[in-house]
C-alpha cells in the first residue's frame, strides 16, 4: 500500500511538472502579436476624386516620411498611412460641425443685437 502512494505521489508530482513546462512554454498575448508589423502592413485604400475640390494627390508625411497618393485609384499604403488620413478626415468631420454651430450661434447673438 505504501509503495501505491509514494508511486500516485510521483505521478501527480510529474503531472505537475510537465503542466508547469506546458504553461511556461506558451507564448503570451503580446509575444504573439506585433504591433509594428501590423501598422506597416499594406492595406487597400481608395480616394474619391472629383473635378473641383478633391482633385488632387493626398500628401501624407509621417515621421519624415511623404506619401503620394492619387485619388479615384485604388492603391495599397502601410496602414499607419491610412490611420493618419482616417484620423484626419475624421478632425476635418469635428471641426466642421463645430464651424457650423458657432456659425449658428454668432448669427443668433448677431439677431438679439439687431446687427
Known amino acids: 500500500m505504501a509503495k501505491k502512494a509514494?508511486?500516485?505521489?510521483e505521478e501527480l508530482k510529474q503531472e505537475e511538472s510537465v503542466?508547469?513546462?506546458?504553461?511556461?512554454?506558451?507564448?503570451t498575448v503580446e509575444e504573439e502579436f506585433d504591433m509594428d508589423?501590423?501598422?506597416?502592413e499594406e492595406v487597400?485604400?481608395?480616394?474619391?476624386?472629383d473635378n473641383d475640390k478633391y482633385k488632387d494627390d493626398i500628401v501624407v508625411g509621417?515621421?519624415?516620411k511623404l506619401f503620394q497618393i492619387k485619388r479615384g485609384v485604388n492603391v495599397r499604403i502601410p496602414r499607419y498611412v491610412r490611420n493618419v488620413i482616417?484620423?484626419?478626415m475624421e478632425?476635418?468631420?469635428?471641426?466642421t460641425e463645430l464651424i457650423d454651430a458657432q456659425?449658428?450661434?454668432?448669427a443668433a447673438e448677431a439677431r438679439a443685437h439687431n446687427v
Open 6 to 9: 509514494e508511486t500516485k505521489a
Open 19 to 27: 503542466v508547469e513546462e506546458t504553461v511556461q512554454e506558451e507564448p
Open 37 to 40: 508589423a501590423y501598422l506597416k
Open 44 to 49: 487597400d485604400f481608395y480616394a474619391f476624386k
Open 62 to 64: 509621417v515621421n519624415g
Open 86 to 88: 482616417v484620423q484626419s
Open 91 to 95: 478632425q476635418d468631420a469635428k471641426t
Open 103 to 106: 456659425a449658428s450661434s454668432f
